[in-house]
T-cell receptor, first 113, second 112 residues
Framework: SQQGEEDPQALSIQEGENATMNCSYK?????LQWYRQNSGRGLVHLIL?????REKHSGRLRVTLDTSKKSSSLLITASRAADTASYFC?????????????FGQGTTLQVKP | ETGVTQTPRHLVMGMTNKKSLKCEQH?????MYWYKQSAKKPLELMFV???????ENNSVPSRFSPECPNSSHLFLHLHTLQPEDSALYLC???????????FGPGTRLTVL
């Protein structure tokens, strides 16, 4: 089955810098979602971008989607120590809305104060 | 708080025990999910319920038995588990099966 793969696996930056994480997937999709997870806790939904959208913003978050390259990126601007977490992309299966999401391994982001 | 609660938050059980995990959502959502998160592995979908009907069973062993009595509650009944079943079990809900999912805090399960 398809799987979102995040890159890099780990990222360490200074507070105030921007953080960019990438996600690649294998098959067609209806939508792609980004989630954040603080250590050992539940995931928090950040953004959902549909296959016919190319870019979406939410506060300091910017998500792009390139369906021709089967890739997405998540940009966090002006990072804060509180942004330290793991970030996951998730895709549906594209063949119909089944509710089934395939998650990647995630990118672990550390923002140093 | 995401509006999705899970109990218990931590559970230690022997391989012969029977226990249940509970999930409740206060969001008026129609779809609910069980996920398993093991160390160094991607989050794995286990079950999907849409309007109380199971729509997805991701090849989950029968020692995991889900129950969805109504759109607000979801249970995962556990029996004769194996040590490799130790993981964080996450429940989620969404307004419909195409939308973003709201996750509970998870139950940390340890099987001895």
């Amino acid at each position: 089955s398809q799987q979102g793969e995040e890159d890099p696996q780990a990222l360490s930056i200074q507070e105030g810098e921007n953080a960019t994480m990438n996600c690649s997937y294998k098959t067609s999709i209806n939508n792609l979602q980004w989630y954040r997870q603080n250590s050992g806790r539940g995931l928090v939904h950040l953004i959902l971008i549909r296959s016919n959208e190319r870019e979406k913003h939410s506060g300091r978050l910017r998500v792009t989607l390139d369906t021709s390259k089967k890739s997405s990126s998540l940009l966090i601007t002006a990072s804060r120590a509180a942004d330290t977490a793991s970030y996951f992309c998730a895709t549906d299966e594209g063949s119909g809305n089944t509710g089934k999401l395939i998650f990647g391994q995630g990118t672990t982001l550390q923002v140093k104060p | 708080e995401t509006g999705v609660t899970q109990t218990p938050r931590h559970l230690v059980m022997g391989m012969t025990n029977k226990k249940s995990l509970k999930c409740e959502q206060h969001l008026g959502h129609n779809a609910m999910y069980w996920y398993k998160q093991s160390a160094k592995k991607p989050l794995e979908l286990m079950f999907v319920y849409n309007f109380k009907e199971q729509t997805e069973n991701n090849s989950v062993p029968s020692r995991f038995s889900p129950e969805c009595p109504n759109s607000s509650h979801l249970f995962l009944h556990l029996h004769t588990l194996q040590p490799e079943d130790s993981a964080l079990y996450l429940c989620a809900s969404s307004l419909d099966i195409a939308g973003g999912q709201f996750f509970g805090p998870g139950t940390r399960l340890t099987v001895l």
